[in-house]
């Protein structure tokens, strides 16, 4: 390949991959980059482009749990001298190696621990100390690299990419911030486990879904506790507005935003926080300004008695769609609505698609055709988030202003 002009990137995707494609495709797009897949896994994605990607670009997308850098590329499973080439040079490093797809028809396709006790052999024999990194996982965590300072001069986490007759050799230069990840989320001055909270990382990747610029105009009118406004402040995103129905809302999102200000030395002072009902924000927001709505609204409750649970949902309906009558207006041309619906116990939509499309929006299917066979959106072509437990799904919908 050639080095001096192309380079190819893995993204090692987290728990919902097409999330986590769906948000690196909308990130290089809005970003202007020049690029093609050119592999995708269940739990990989691998690009060529010629635009440098910054190594810290896991701090700004929140759906991938790795980053690197692809070295070679080869027809068999590289040699441990392949592979002992790419370790850095130092007398005496740290290496761990990953292998991905975990498994292919359920089993691994080569014992990667097997590999390290002889690839450590081998730096033996060349009279280098080196110490190997293992886990009892399959693959080595986000945490397991980071604590064994692979990341650092002299470590490597070797990253070994099968996929049908190619071998990827890479190296990961970055791993997602769990650190910084958990302090925006529990560390935060004011959290509202009762309302509930989006996690910081899902409300980067609507932000990177909105497929906006850093200047450019992002409502959030459902604002809670105020994580999609602290994750575009962390973004470095300057024209922001955020509003809910409640004081404490207000209250707590301002207190967040300020926190997060100080800790990081953002600029918190442009943020604009209303508090109003969303019927009322024409009159406090210009028709046709706003780029794009990024929010998760009042999700609803799934614990009540069935007939109680058709009037909820009914009242969710009128809500979201007064809502989306709302954004019409307020919105430029072209622009979109990043929306959480509630999917009840998994499986049951709220049945607004058609009304949304009459307001006048059309709705963006977040993968392209050839992605479909690797990624899986939900029955009605959605990206969709639950964690295991949860009587309430999120329904990631995309919709643009026609
Ligand atoms: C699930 S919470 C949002 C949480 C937020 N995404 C976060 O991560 O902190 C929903 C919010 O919607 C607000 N809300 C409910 N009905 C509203 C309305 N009609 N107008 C404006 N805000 C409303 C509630 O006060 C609540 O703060």
């Not at 001096?4 to 970003?31: M, Q, R």
């Not at 070295?71 to 130092?90: C, G």
């Not at 797809?101 to 359920?106: R, S």
């Not at 052999?121 to 886990?135: D, F, G």
């Amino acid at each position: 390949m050639n080095q001096s002009s192309v380079c190819y990137y893995f993204f090692i995707l987290g728990s919902h991959p097409a999330i986590s494609v769906a948000e690196i495709l909308a990130y290089f797009k809005t970003n202007k980059f020049d690029f093609s897949v050119l592999a995708a896994g269940y739990d990989y994605l691998i690009i060529n482009t010629k635009n440098q990607i910054e190594s810290n670009i896991l701090d700004f997308i929140g759906g991938s749990i790795k980053f690197g850098k692809i070295e070679k590329i080869f027809q068999k499973f590289p040699s441990v001298e392949e592979i002992y080439n790419i370790l850095p040079a130092a007398d005496k490093i740290f290496f761990g190696l990953s292998l991905y797809p975990v498994k292919v028809k359920n089993k691994p396709i080569k014992n990667i621990f097997r590999i390290g006790l002889d690839l450590k052999k081998y730096l033996k024999e060349k009279n280098r100390t080196a110490r190997l990194v293992t886990s009892k996982q399959e693959n080595l965590s986000a945490v397991v690299v980071v604590k064994n300072k692979l990341l650092s001069d002299n470590g490597a986490e070797i990253v070994i990419i099968n996929q049908q007759q190619n071998y990827f050799l890479g190296k990961t230069l970055d791993v997602q911030p769990f650190v910084e990840l958990s302090k925006r989320d529990y560390g935060r001055p004011q959290r509202d486990d009762r309302s509930g909270m989006l996690p910081p990382k899902l409300a980067q990747i609507m932000l990177n879904l909105s497929q906006t610029d850093k200047y450019e105009l992002i409502l959030d009118p459902f604002c809670g506790s105020g994580t999609v406004l602290q994750e575009a402040l962390w973004q470095k995103r300057t024209n922001l507005i955020g509003s809910d129905i409640s004081d404490k809302a207000i209250s707590d999102t301002r207190k967040n935003l300020t926190w997060l200000g100080q800790e990081y030395n953002l600029p918190v002072n442009n943020i604009k926080l209303v508090k109003t009902n969303v019927v009322n924000l024409p009159k406090f927001i210009k028709p046709n300004s706003v780029s794009a709505v990024v929010t998760e609204p009042d999700l609803g409750r799934a614990d009540l008695k069935p007939s109680n649970q058709l009037a909820e949902e009914a009242r969710l309906k009128n809500l979201y769609i007064q809502s989306y009558e709302v954004f019409y207006n307020l919105l430029k041309p072209k622009g979109l609505v990043v929306m959480i619906w509630p999917v009840f116990f998994n499986t049951k939509y709220l049945d607004i698609e058609k009304t949304v499309e009459n307001i006048g929006y059309k709705k963006i299917i977040p993968l392209s055709k050839d992605l479909l066979n690797n990624y899986q959106l939900n029955k009605r072509n959605n990206l969709q988030y639950a964690r295991s437990g949860q009587k309430v799904a999120r329904e990631i919908t995309i919709w643009q202003k026609v």
